[in-house]
Nanobody, 123 residues
């Protein structure tokens, strides 16, 4: 599967952005999906994941209550709605896919990655 992330940009503190990740292929519904982010000088970190059918989601503590992951299998797309953004949310955001029912928090369990989209939150 090939992934294309989009929707990043520059936003002020407290603002919102919606990231999208479009997947190629007809087997998108077989993949659990995840969002990760990487700030300059830091390791890539888990943000959120969603099960193959959208029935289960999981969030990093740092984004819980502010971010929402969702998917539309008919459109082969996964989303990350980000609200109440903070400067510490500034990073390149990556979507990833794993051929499993449920997502993981570990980067090495996702064999497929998108190219990343920059999110910058200004104070």
């Amino acid at each position: 599967v090939q992934l294309q992330a989009s929707g990043g940009g520059l936003v002020q503190v407290g603002g919102s952005l919606r990231l999208s990740c479009a997947a190629s292929g007809r087997t998108f519904s077989r993949y659990a999906m995840g969002w990760f982010r990487q700030a300059p000088g830091k390791e890539r970190e888990f943000v959120a994941n969603i099960a193959w059918n959208g029935g289960s989601t999981y969030y990093a503590d740092s984004v819980k209550g502010r971010f929402t992951i969702s998917r539309d299998n008919a459109k082969n797309t996964v989303y990350l709605q980000m609200n109440s953004l903070k400067p510490e949310d500034t990073a390149v955001y990556f979507c990833a896919a794993a051929l499993s029912w449920y997502g993981s928090t570990r980067t090495n369990e996702y064999p497929y990655w998108g190219q990343g989209t920059q999110v910058t939150v200004s104070s």
